[in-house]
């Protein structure tokens, strides 16, 4: 390898700077709706996406915006990971990033819709330049008896160079 392709493949991995933002990735996800409990093994993501890294060791900011709606009373959780093994929950397996056991909580309504968004900054993950790393999302009711959903969903990733 060359002196100037060295130089030009060490600053695409190493060279954006601390702090400074790498890539931003998003997707919208269709509308999500599930009667299924926050610890039910049958819950599956409401949003995911995947980032490839362009840095070494960067940090993640996972941003998740939606309508959030619930018909019934009582509660609904968000949970953000960044693993899902279907059959699996991750509420219950204790593997999750952030956890809201009151994601949306109605004391005496029939039905709501609530304009949402949550924010995660993941400065755990250690991936090296060309891995990939898919984000999940989660909701499910706290009780039973309500429907849980998310419209207009939008989930973003940045990538933010160390």
């Known amino acids: 390898m ?28 269709g509308t999500y709706s ?18 490839t890294a362009k840095s070494l060791n960067s940090h993640f900011l996972i941003k998740w915006s939606a309508i959030h709606g619930r018909s019934g009373n009582g509660r609904s959780q968000l949970l953000f990971s960044k693993a899902y093994t279907a059959g699996n929950n991750n509420y219950a397996d204790n593997n999750y990033l952030f956890y809201d056991h009151y994601g949306l909580y ?3 309504a029939d039905n709501i819709k609530h304009a949402t968004s949550y924010s995660y900054y993941d400065s755990g993950s250690t991936l090296a330049v060309g891995a ?10 706290i009780g039973s008896g309500a429907t849980d959903e998310a419209v207009n969903q939008r989930l973003q990733i940045m990538e933010i160079a160390q």
């Open 2 to 29: 060359g002196t100037i392709t060295r130089a030009i493949a060490n600053n695409l991995t190493t060279g954006h700077g601390a702090g400074k933002i790498v890539q931003v990735v998003h997707a919208n996800p």
């Open 34 to 51: 599930t009667t299924l409990t926050y610890n039910s093994t049958s819950l599956t993501p409401c949003a995911q996406l995947a980032i």
């Open 106 to 108: 109605i004391g005496a």
């Open 132 to 141: 990939t790393q898919t984000y999940y999302v989660f909701l499910g009711q």
